[in-house]
């Protein structure tokens, strides 16, 4: 049986050209990482002969959101990029690569859609931050 996947090692990254073209940047100071959630909504197939509600999977798969949380550095030119996407309304889509730590990858697109700032423990001096991701078009599963 393999083992499972190792997150400590997992990079999370995203290409900051126009476009989402790019070098891939390594998203630094990531803390945790939610989603892609991917689901099939149920298409109603019952018609006057059927005896019950009939259902089946819909053809699109909908990638849903990746949500990440990671310790915030203004100064970070990737940090910066990010701030700069959630907030710009013209902004198109980014292109994002999860890299587990047994080098399988998961590559998509998505836009930025929340950036939120906190700064919790004064003592900690460390700003954190919460991101989200609507994904579009197809995940690429790379072993």
């Known amino acids: 049986m393999a083992s499972p996947a190792i997150y400590s090692k997992t990079i999370l990254s995203v290409a900051t050209g126009s476009g989402g073209t790019g070098t891939p940047q390594e998203i630094l ?36 959101t990746l949500t990440f949380g990671l310790q915030y550095n203004p100064g970070n030119a990737v940090h910066s990029y990010i701030v700069s996407q959630s907030a710009n309304n013209a902004a198109g889509n980014d292109t994002f690569k999860i890299v587990f730590s047994d080098s399988t990858d998961w590559a998509f697109t998505g836009s930025f859609t929340e950036f939120s700032i906190t700064a919790d423990d004064p003592s900690a001096g460390i700003l954190t931050a919460n991101v989200s991701v609507r994904l579009t078009g197809a995940i690429n599963f790379n072993p």
């Open 29 to 64: 100071g990531v803390t945790n990482i939610g989603g892609p959630n991917l689901t099939r909504p149920d298409v109603d197939v019952s018609n006057f002969s059927s005896t019950a509600k009939e259902y089946k999977p819909a053809y699109l798969v909908d990638a849903g």
